[in-house]
């Protein structure tokens, strides 16, 4: 292998490396205030939904409402309290119920 190769790769790990170590090191003390957990708890879901939501719109080619469908309807039998498992079904059942009738 290239020497230049190896000193990339190394220097790929060091970049990779240092952004995990780091908080650990740093934050070992601090005191985080409630007011901020409770806002970072709720970070994960925003990432989820910022990177579904465009996938929804683009769920078919011609038309937006196969997705507008089966996340109105996700989020009506999310909002229900159903369990996950039913709520994927129930919108893979309506996107395709409206697939099938053609609408």
């Known amino acids: 292998m290239e020497t230049n190769l190896l000193w990339m790769i190394a ?21 985080i205030p409630r007011k901020w957990q409770s806002i970072l708890k709720n970070v994960p879901f925003a990432i989820l939904g910022a990177l579904i939501f465009p996938g929804i719109l683009h769920i078919n080619e011609g038309s937006v ?15 229900l309290n159903w369990n996950i498992i039913l709520v994927v079904l129930s919108s893979v059942l309506a996107v395709s119920l409206f697939s099938f009738l053609g609408l």
């Open 65 to 79: 409402w196969y997705g507008i469908v089966g996340a109105g309807v996700a989020l009506l039998s999310s909002w």
């Open 11 to 31: 220097g790929m790990g060091v970049v990779t490396y240092l952004p995990r170590v780091l908080p650990l090191i740093s934050l070992d003390t601090a005191v």
